[in-house]
């Protein structure tokens, strides 16, 4: 039996019970906590990585940028696939999952940082699918009162985050500077070394021992792929909604062709002395009618009701918008760690409680103004979130560039304001103008290329001019964002 797009969608669209739309949201919570574990287990695992592949931070991070990359496809895939198929949104998510499991397994593995950027390309890819498609499955559910449940959801990725740090912790290795009392086998595949410079620009070689990172990154894909046999048995059904519109979608249009053969037969011959020159308007019309198709789904009226500037200044808002969240989210998270550690002195286990802490508030951040959206207009949480970010960040690039406590304090304040930037911004959005699969994936085009911004401008700041730069990129991450 054919389902046409139509009768998708309508079940896509039907009305669920109330435990069922709990039941759902709980599970999109669960995705967005898988989602932060494979997507932020770099961060914590970065300065083991960079020893295991002996490479510096600007090739690392230009090779995690590889996920900004791997989002532009994954965004238009995104888009088209959650408009065309909407009542198939579970599966994309599940397959997404299962995608993703097994891209985070394998990077441990690999032995040079060109593999990392393939791993990372296919990341990026299906997460933005799974953004797409997870966002819509909520749209779905909760329709006009979505503000609140999509903050909810995207509160989530920073409990996967906040997770991460600490069952990766066990296993990363300690950093050992190289001197005449050092003991190591190096034919251990749990010990690396690498040579960095120093600012006197002396050499210095460093090891690396009891690294056992593939463990944590495993966890990350276990619990992936484990809560991908959810979605599919929510897309089983999902499809016996999509076999009963189909079942009333074919008796109705029994019927109309009933009624149309009839008015077919009466002019069967006026038609036939026609027919051959029918038959090209008619091939004429379809590649007009598929191309206006496409054009009409990427046009910017198609989501604000015909208006076509005012939905290009929307989208064009909200491409900033996202660049700068997303991006500067992975700029924040990924190099705290290290910041500490280098700059700061911080010990392994100090760094990894301060990565940790980072995402508690960011976490808190996004519940409480998950509340507030309940009673606050959006733009006011917006204009408050932004300014916020930018004081607190200003503050930090004064303060915790040699002051420990201050980076303590003022990190958490960042996080605090920045986390619930993305799901506020979604709200704004579909406030604004119907969030179509294109919209979206307009947000996670920005997101992407703000990522890839970020990631290769922090990687080589912090290489070749020192590790302050990344308190001072933030500061103006920040300043951008308001």
């Known amino acids: 039996m054919n389902v046409d797009d139509s009768v998708v969608k309508a079940a896509g669209l039907r009305n669920r019970g109330k435990l069922q739309k709990v ?242 037969i009466r002019k069967e011959k006026e038609l036939a002395r026609d027919k051959e020159s029918e038959l090209r308007v008619k091939i004429k019309d379809g590649k007009c009618n598929k191309l206006k198709a496409m054009l009409q789904m990427i046009n910017p009226a198609s989501c604000a009701k015909g208006r076509f500037w005012y939905g290009f200044s929307i989208l064009s808002s909200m491409f900033f918008h996202f660049g700068n969240v997303g991006g500067g989210q992975y700029l924040v998270s990924q190099f705290v760690r290290s910041f500490s550690i280098d700059q700061l002195k911080f010990s392994s286990t100090d760094g990894t409680m301060i990565n940790t802490s980072y995402w508690i508030s960011f976490s808190s951040g996004r519940f409480l103004f998950f509340v507030l959206a309940k009673w606050v207009s959006v733009k006011v949480l917006i204009f408050v979130e932004t300014f916020g970010a930018m004081c607190c960040a200003v503050v930090m690039a004064i303060f915790a560039n040699d002051n420990s406590i201050a980076l303590w304090v003022l990190i958490q304040l960042v996080a605090f304001f920045w986390g619930p930037m993305w799901p506020t911004g979604v709200a704004w959005t579909d406030y604004h103008m119907e969030s179509t699969g294109m919209g979206m994936a307009s947000q996670m085009f920005g997101a992407s290329v703000g990522s890839i911004f970020h990631k290769r401008l922090n990687g080589y700041l912090y290489d070749n001019i020192g590790q302050v730069t990344y308190l001072y990129h933030v500061t103006g991450s920040a300043v951008f964002g308001f």
Request: a negative charge; one cysteine or more; glycine letters at 8%.
């Open 23 to 264: 039941v759902e949201t709980g599970a999109l919570v669960f995705s967005w906590i898988v989602m932060g574990m494979y997507a932020e287990v770099p961060g914590p695992t970065l300065i083991d990585l960079k020893y295991r592949l002996n490479t510096g931070y600007e090739e690392l991070a230009a090779a995690l940028s590889a996920r900004g990359f791997g989002t532009f496809p994954g965004c238009i895939v995104g888009g088209l696939l959650v408009d065309k198929f909407s009542g198939w949104s579970h599966l994309m998510v599940a397959l997404t999952l299962d995608v993703a499991a097994v891209a985070v397994v394998l990077m441990p593995w690999v032995p040079n940082v060109q593999y990392i950027w393939m791993l990372c390309f296919v990341s990026g890819f299906v997460q933005a699918i799974h953004n797409a498609a997870g966002t819509r499955i909520s749209l779905n559910i909760w329709k006009d009162k979505s503000a609140s449940p999509l903050i909810l959801v995207h509160l989530g990725y920073g409990l996967g985050s906040f997770l991460t740090p600490l069952y990766s912790d066990p296993f990363l290795g300690e950093m050992i500077q190289n001197t005449r009392d050092s003991d190591i086998t190096l034919n251990d595949t749990n010990n690396f070394r690498t040579t960095s410079i120093s600012p006197d620009r002396s050499e210095e070689t460093y090891y690396i021992t009891n690294s056992k990172i593939e463990y944590a990154y495993a966890i990350s894909g276990i619990a992936t792929a484990s809560l991908s046999v959810a979605y599919f048995v929510f897309q089983m059904i999902e499809n016996k909604f999509i076999k009963q519109a189909d079942i009333n979608s074919v008796q109705n249009k029994k019927v109309e062709n009933e009624l149309r053969n009839e008015i077919a």
